[in-house]
């Protein structure tokens, strides 16, 4: 029995899209609906048209150089249909870890360092995506047999009528979809503006979608025109008072730590006797937010004191993609030197170009180090015990004073510490008790670095900062929703000449206030310009701070009352920043709509500041 080369292609477009939308709606059913149907449905969007558009060209080069499907062709589909399906899985199981789909610097990561995204991937296996690549492998195996059985049958030169009408399908099927779930999120959550199919989609939103959709329209209408940039905020430059204090700096970023994590904000919890113990004699901030819950995009607001763009791109790892002079260029005409150090690779996220933007003076990643001695933790890099000696090294041949930037690594996922690290039972699951025991070795890893600086009489010289990139959550639900487990972070600094006793910030801050206290506290003076945040020395003058989340889903406005979260294509949300700090009840029904709109509207507004400040479309 010959089966006809359309037929078998229909069936393998069709049995690949079956697949798609049950895997995407088992990963609804197991997440909160809010994010992940917007996340979802943009997958399922660009991956519908994806199959179509590559079945139409098959079929149809087929019919028209009268190609004879050959054995071998068939077989080639079949494999190609499982990796398709695997790819599927890994989507499904990235959105499931890390609330967003892998982007391209995934991808490439994962092309040139197959043993580390292996690694990664056999770390997360579960019982159903093994279940899952199964029943893929099993229908490869029926449409290869399919596949065989049509190599006979010869295919007429003719122009298929299933060319126009699957293009139509698509073109108002993607139209369509995207009225509810806007185009920019197709774009960015998915490589489709890295394919050469992407001038299509983006001509169907330019001609249609943007044009005929109420929603989208609604939506372009409320952003408005570009409001005016940050220019003075971007633009600021320092000059020394008669008081400038020539300390040398230190800011430790700890990878993925959240507030409740720590032993000074969670005394229960003897994860971090050290840094307890700085916390009694250092300044720390109760309510310190991330500017934007993602490593690659806070480290500009760590490093710079100004927010990043308000995009999923990392455009600041373009050539003159930070439009103001971090902290290594602010402190250069002062002596400064600079340089940045971490175990993870260099390679994942152009954190070479993000770190060389910044202006250090020198970038050293753990391909630059001697990892020989050292284990390996993660699929991105070793313990940080690795660079304390490089670091010292570094320290040791400074004559003048010094920033120092680094960021630990063990806190990552998937939570793992060097086997000799003795652990401790912190908690009952086991995948909480691994994370908290990796946030015990980075309070011990700080503690060997304050011990080394203790030995060369450096300690008293040096402003020391301490704080995360970000939280994290262990139950994997929702992971790009604005918890306060994500966004909530410690923030300490310590320096006993500077800062004399405890203090205790308790009023909502970001972590663009860390530049312009280190400039108060060393008694710098501004040229030019102001800054965007304010010193934790003095009462900040806003009312409001803005973060957004982890996918740019949505952004955040928190102030003394409460916890506003604005959400692209779903109804906001209000918690109680008093009573409900963790933001569990939502109580948007009980809030006036005039609150809700002026809200609404800052953010709005202050996004269209921040990225016109970038260049960006808003």
Request: glycine share 4%; hydrophobic share 40%.
């Given at each position: 029995?010959?089966?006809?080369?359309?037929?078998?292609g229909l069936a393998h477009?069709?049995a690949?899209?079956?697949f798609l939308?049950?895997?995407?709606?088992?990963?609804?059913?197991?997440?909160?609906?809010?994010i992940?149907?917007?996340?979802?449905?943009?997958?399922?969007?660009?991956?519908?048209c994806?199959?179509?558009?590559?079945?139409i060209?098959?079929?149809?080069?087929?019919?028209?150089?009268?190609?004879?499907y050959?054995?071998?062709?068939?077989?080639?589909?079949g494999?190609?249909?499982?990796?398709?399906?695997?790819?599927i899985?890994?989507?499904?199981?990235?959105?499931?870890?890390?609330?967003?789909?892998?982007?391209?610097?995934?991808l490439i990561?994962?092309i040139f360092?197959?043993g580390?995204?292996?690694?990664a991937?056999?770390?997360?296996?579960?019982a159903?995506?093994?279940n899952?690549?199964?029943?893929?492998?099993?229908i490869?195996?029926v449409l290869?047999?399919?596949g065989?059985?049509?190599s006979?049958?010869?295919?007429k030169?003719?122009?298929?009528?299933?060319?126009?009408?699957?293009?139509?399908f698509?073109?108002?099927?993607?139209s369509?979809?995207?009225?509810?779930?806007?185009?920019?999120?197709?774009?960015?959550?998915?490589?489709?503006?890295?394919t050469l199919?992407?001038?299509?989609?983006?001509?169907?939103?330019?001609?249609?979608?943007?044009?005929?959709c109420p929603?989208?329209?609604?939506?372009?209408?409320?952003?408005?025109?570009?409001?005016?940039?940050?220019?003075?905020e971007f633009?600021?430059?320092?000059?020394?008072s008669?008081?400038?204090?020539?300390?040398?700096?230190?800011?430790?970023?700890?990878?993925?730590?959240?507030?409740?994590s720590?032993?000074p904000?969670?005394?229960?919890?003897q994860t971090?006797?050290?840094?307890n113990?700085?916390?009694?004699?250092?300044?720390?901030?109760?309510?310190?937010?991330?500017?934007?819950s993602y490593?690659?995009?806070?480290?500009?607001?760590?490093?710079?004191?100004?927010p990043p763009?308000?995009?999923?791109?990392?455009?600041?790892t373009?050539p003159?993609?930070?439009?103001?002079?971090?902290?290594?260029?602010?402190?250069k005409?002062?002596?400064?030197?600079?340089?940045f150090?971490?175990?993870?690779?260099?390679h994942?996220?152009?954190r070479?170009k993000?770190?060389?933007?910044?202006?250090?003076?020198?970038?050293?990643?753990?391909?630059r180090?001697?990892?020989q001695?050292?284990?390996k933790?993660n699929?991105?890099?070793?313990?940080?015990?690795?660079?304390?000696?490089p670091i010292m090294t570094?320290?040791?041949?400074q004559?003048?004073?010094?920033?120092?930037?680094?960021?630990?690594?063990?806190s990552?996922?998937?939570?793992?510490?060097?086997s000799?690290?003795?652990?401790?039972?912190?908690?009952?699951?086991?995948?909480?008790n691994?994370?908290?025991?990796t946030?015990?070795?980075?309070?011990?890893?700080t503690?060997?670095l304050?011990?080394?600086?203790?030995e060369?009489d450096?300690?008293?010289?040096?402003?020391?900062?301490?704080?995360s990139?970000?939280g994290?959550?262990?139950?994997?639900k929702n992971v790009?929703?604005?918890?306060?487990e994500?966004?909530?972070?410690?923030l300490?600094?310590?320096?006993k000449?500077?800062i004399?006793?405890?203090k205790?910030?308790s009023d909502?801050?970001?972590?663009?206030?860390?530049?312009?206290t280190?400039?108060?506290?060393?008694?710098?003076?501004?040229?030019?310009?102001?800054?965007y945040?304010?010193?934790?020395?003095?009462?900040?003058?806003?009312?409001?701070v803005?973060?957004?989340?982890?996918n740019?889903g949505?952004?955040?406005?928190?102030?003394e009352r409460?916890?506003?979260?604005?959400?692209?294509?779903?109804?906001?949300?209000i918690?109680?920043?008093i009573?409900d700090p963790?933001?569990?009840?939502?109580?948007?029904?009980s809030?006036?709509?005039?609150i809700?709109?002026?809200?609404?509207?800052?953010?709005?507004?202050?996004?269209?500041?921040?990225?016109s400040?970038?260049e960006?479309?808003?």
């Amino acid at each position: 029995m010959k089966v006809n080369p359309l037929f078998f292609g229909l069936a393998h477009s069709a049995a690949i899209l079956v697949f798609l939308f049950i895997t995407q709606a088992i990963l609804i059913i197991q997440n909160d609906i809010y994010i992940s149907v917007e996340i979802i449905t943009s997958a399922l969007i660009f991956e519908t048209c994806f199959v179509l558009i590559f079945e139409i060209i098959i079929l149809n080069s087929i019919n028209l150089l009268r190609l004879k499907y050959s054995k071998l062709f068939s077989l080639i589909w079949g494999i190609l249909f499982f990796f398709i399906l695997l790819g599927i899985v890994v989507d499904y199981e990235f959105i499931r870890l890390f609330g967003l789909h892998p982007n391209q610097h995934t991808l490439i990561f994962s092309i040139f360092h197959p043993g580390s995204a292996i690694s990664a991937a056999l770390s997360e296996l579960n019982a159903f995506s093994i279940n899952i690549l199964i029943v893929a492998f099993f229908i490869t195996i029926v449409l290869s047999i399919m596949g065989w059985r049509s190599s006979a049958h010869r295919a007429k030169p003719r122009f298929h009528l299933t060319v126009l009408i699957s293009t139509i399908f698509i073109v108002f099927t993607y139209s369509g979809l995207s009225c509810f779930f806007p185009p920019d999120s197709i774009y960015d959550h998915t490589l489709v503006n890295k394919t050469l199919i992407g001038p299509f989609f983006s001509l169907i939103n330019t001609t249609i979608t943007n044009k005929t959709c109420p929603l989208v329209s609604a939506s372009n209408k409320n952003i408005g025109q570009a409001a005016e940039p940050l220019s003075e905020e971007f633009n600021v430059t320092l000059e020394k008072s008669l008081s400038t204090k020539p300390y040398n700096i230190v800011i430790l970023i700890m990878e993925s730590v959240n507030f409740d994590s720590i032993t000074p904000n969670n005394k229960d919890l003897q994860t971090t006797p050290f840094l307890n113990q700085l916390a009694r004699e250092g300044i720390v901030v109760d309510k310190a937010y991330t500017d934007y819950s993602y490593t690659s995009k806070n480290l500009v607001s760590i490093l710079c004191g100004v927010p990043p763009s308000n995009t999923k791109s990392l455009i600041e790892t373009k050539p003159n993609g930070i439009p103001a002079l971090c902290l290594p260029k602010l402190l250069k005409p002062f002596g400064y030197n600079s340089a940045f150090f971490q175990t993870a690779t260099q390679h994942f996220e152009q954190r070479k170009k993000l770190i060389g933007n910044m202006g250090f003076d020198s970038f050293t990643p753990a391909e630059r180090i001697n990892t020989q001695r050292w284990e390996k933790v993660n699929y991105f890099g070793y313990e940080e015990l690795a660079m304390l000696q490089p670091i010292m090294t570094w320290v040791d041949k400074q004559q003048d004073p010094f920033l120092l930037s680094l960021i630990t690594l063990s806190s990552h996922h998937d939570y793992k510490t060097a086997s000799l690290f003795p652990q401790s039972e912190f908690h009952s699951d086991s995948k909480t008790n691994n994370y908290l025991n990796t946030v015990k070795y980075v309070d011990f890893f700080t503690e060997n670095l304050f011990r080394e600086f203790k030995e060369r009489d450096l300690l008293d010289d040096t402003l020391f900062v301490i704080t995360s990139d970000h939280g994290t959550t262990l139950d994997y639900k929702n992971v790009s929703i604005p918890h306060d487990e994500i966004m909530h972070v410690p923030l300490i600094i310590w320096n006993k000449n500077l800062i004399s006793e405890r203090k205790t910030v308790s009023d909502p801050r970001l972590q663009t206030d860390i530049l312009p206290t280190i400039v108060d506290l060393l008694d710098y003076e501004l040229k030019s310009g102001h800054s965007y945040g304010a010193s934790l020395m003095e009462p900040t003058k806003k009312d409001d701070v803005y973060s957004v989340c982890k996918n740019n889903g949505c952004m955040t406005l928190i102030n003394e009352r409460h916890k506003f979260v604005y959400y692209y294509n779903h109804p906001p949300e209000i918690y109680d920043a008093i009573n409900d700090p963790k933001g569990l009840n939502n109580i948007i029904s009980s809030i006036p709509d005039n609150i809700i709109k002026s809200y609404t509207d800052k953010l709005l507004e202050w996004k269209s500041r921040v990225n016109s400040t970038y260049e960006l479309p808003n």
